[in-house]
């Protein structure tokens, strides 16, 4: 296994009470169809569009640090992305900070931020319901003929100081403790599975 995403589900395993894993893996006939399906996904997973095809409970949007709204659709680091959950009440905000790519993986690192769409954006105001210690991880990788998504979230710490009002507060301590916790554990594993299902379907139509 790759020593980045190695190095991530260690973090998870020593911190269980404040990571998450969600994943989903394929093995393939042979090393030439691994490939093509982890070149597809690698092309998906860059594209929001795309999540917004695989996800069944949020929205996503792309917008730059001006808060205006990106015509491309690629994913690059610096890149605010607008996440809509069913349930939430509100939107919340995550910045792109790394994206690694290899041969045979890529890892997009997004946390927590301020809302740029703002009247007057304050860059120390944390608009989502984890801190900005919290990490989200969307990890691809190939094996030979293995292919397996993973999305790895560090340091998953309730946003109860740096949020507006009293009100958010409570919202973001009953996202934490219900939505997200159960139900968006359960979406991270959908979106994992639906985008490694229909990039494998695509490989089959070639055939």
Known sequence: MSKNIKD?????????????VSSAEKTFS??????????????MILNID???????????GLFDENGESRQTK???????????MT???????????NIRETADELVITVKP?????????????ISHFFTDESTNNFCLLRERK????????????????????ALETIRNVAVN??????????EWEKFCHHFLEDAASETDKTK
């Open 146 to 165: 293995i292919v397996s998504l993973y999305v790895i979230g560090l340091n998953e710490k309730q946003n109860t100081s740096e949020t507006k009002n």
């Open 30 to 43: 042979d090393e030439a169809d691994a490939a093509q399906v982890f070149s597809i996904l690698q092309t």
């Open 113 to 125: 931020t301020f809302d740029p769409t703002a009247e007057k954006p304050d860059k120390n105001l």
């Open 74 to 84: 690629i994913l690059a680091v610096g890149v605010f992305i607008r996440l809509s």
């Open 87 to 97: 349930g939430s009440g509100k939107y919340d905000w995550i910045k792109i900070i």
């Open 50 to 60: 795309e999540w917004n095809e695989h996800a069944l409970l949020c929205e996503f």
């Open 8 to 20: 991530l589900l260690n973090q998870a395993q020593l911190n269980e009470d404040e990571s998450s």
């Open 177 to 186: 403790l219900g939505t997200y916790l159960g139900i968006q554990k359960s």
